[in-house]
């Protein structure tokens, strides 16, 4: 069973934080929010709120992470969902329809969200959906972040016009390369990460962190303005504009210290020939449980 839904970049997690840039909102306004000030009408600013956050491609969430952030101590908790992860569906027991990617296909962004709530216990207060063009528009438009390539990749796939050809010890930083890189699974003749998609998946979650890394330093309120037109562009989200400036205000409190980001536990099964991503509900409760806790 692989991980293959979380070709995801820092871009997915910076679009969370920064989603108030579509708007257009300037920096001299942005500065003259008050962090105390709150956002009237919205979830009171020591609860959490937890979002969706989905690459989209082909009428498929190819990757699927459900974010929740804490605006009281600046705490945000990352929990990446297998696009395989199985999920009951009424009149489906074991068909592709019941992997949680397909949600998408049935009825958008809004179903993505449900699927995740109704897979985690947790209530999901908004989703954003990200074009896979965003992420090459997105690093870029961070001025790039540098990763080291872990081992020699070559991969071609002719029909979807994906070229990857990688040397290890290679640096790349450019938004097309870092998108190759996440997407990278296996070589031509065979071969990949010695942990297979674990590998994979643990390159992915050290992008994301040198994404937000790269975000937050400096004048955060700049660094997100840098962004606003490929967001503009390329990602939809619902939160309404006054919750999203009163998240960004809050954005600053965020330390790597205090940024968790891991997978949803559970373990491959093949049902029916097909392949899924089984949640183990126990632990998945005992990882959720102070979110859940810390959201009432």
Same mark, same amino acid.
């Given at each position: 069973?692989?991980?293959?839904?979380?070709?995801?970049?820092?871009?997915?997690?910076?679009?969370?934080?920064?989603?108030?840039?579509?708007? %257009?909102?300037?920096?001299?306004?942005?500065?003259?929010?008050?962090?105390?000030?709150?956002?009237?009408?919205?979830?009171?600013?020591?609860?959490?709120?937890?979002?969706?956050?989905?690459?989209?491609?082909?009428?498929?969430?190819?990757?699927?992470?459900?974010?929740?952030?804490?605006?009281?101590? %600046?705490?945000?908790?990352?929990?990446?969902?297998?696009?395989?992860?199985?999920?009951?569906?009424?009149?489906?027991?074991?068909?592709?329809?019941?992997?949680?990617?397909?949600?998408?296909?049935?009825?958008?962004?809004?179903?993505?969200?449900?699927?995740?709530?109704?897979?985690?216990?947790?209530?999901?207060?908004?989703?954003?959906?990200?074009? /896979?063009?965003?992420?090459?528009?997105?690093?870029?438009?961070?001025? %790039?972040?540098?990763?080291?390539?872990?081992?020699?990749?070559?991969y071609d796939d002719?029909?979807?016009?994906?070229?990857?050809?990688?040397? $290890?010890?290679?640096?790349?930083?450019?938004?097309?390369?870092?998108?190759? &890189? &996440?997407?990278?699974? $296996?070589?031509n003749k065979g071969?990949? /990460?010695?942990?297979?998609?674990?590998?994979?998946?643990?390159?992915?979650?050290?992008?994301?962190?040198? %994404?937000i890394d790269k975000?937050?330093?400096?004048?955060?309120?700049?660094?997100?303005?840098?962004?606003?037109?490929?967001?503009?562009?390329?990602?939809?989200?619902?939160?309404?504009?006054?919750?999203?400036?009163? /998240?960004?205000?809050?954005?600053?409190?965020?330390?790597?210290?205090?940024?968790?980001?891991?997978?949803?536990?559970?373990?491959?099964?093949?049902?029916?020939?097909?392949?899924?991503?089984?949640?183990?509900?126990?632990?998945?409760?005992?990882?959720?449980?102070?979110?859940?806790?810390?959201?009432?």
């Amino acid at each position: 069973m692989s991980d293959k839904g979380k070709i995801i970049t820092a871009a997915l997690i910076v679009v969370f934080l920064i989603a108030a840039a579509i708007y %257009g909102f300037t920096y001299n306004f942005l500065n003259k929010i008050s962090v105390e000030e709150g956002a009237e009408g919205y979830p009171a600013p020591e609860k959490r709120v937890n979002v969706v956050v989905m690459g989209v491609a082909k009428g498929l969430a190819d990757t699927i992470m459900l974010a929740s952030f804490d605006p009281e101590d %600046g705490a945000l908790d990352v929990l990446s969902i297998p696009r395989d992860t199985y999920i009951e569906r009424k009149g489906h027991k074991t068909s592709a329809n019941n992997k949680i990617n397909s949600s998408y296909g049935r009825g958008g962004a809004d179903n993505v969200a449900e699927s995740v709530a109704s897979l985690t216990g947790l209530d999901v207060h908004y989703f954003v959906e990200v074009d /896979y063009e965003a992420v090459k528009e997105l690093v870029d438009a961070m001025g %790039g972040i540098m990763v080291t390539v872990p081992m020699d990749m070559n991969y071609d796939d002719p029909v979807d016009d994906l070229h990857i050809h990688f040397k $290890k010890g290679e640096t790349v930083s450019k938004g097309e390369d870092i998108l190759k &890189l &996440l997407r990278y699974r $296996k070589n031509n003749k065979g071969g990949g /990460y010695k942990e297979g998609d674990l590998g994979r998946v643990k390159m992915q979650q050290e992008i994301v962190r040198l %994404g937000i890394d790269k975000v937050m330093r400096g004048n955060i309120a700049a660094n997100f303005l840098k962004l606003q037109e490929p967001v503009k562009e390329y990602v939809k989200t619902n939160m309404p504009p006054k919750q999203m400036m009163y /998240y960004i205000t809050k954005a600053k409190k965020i330390k790597k210290e205090n940024i968790t980001i891991q997978t949803i536990p559970g373990r491959a099964e093949t049902i029916n020939k097909l392949s899924f991503f089984v949640v183990n509900r126990d632990k998945m409760d005992e990882v959720l449980k102070p979110l859940i806790e810390e959201s009432k």
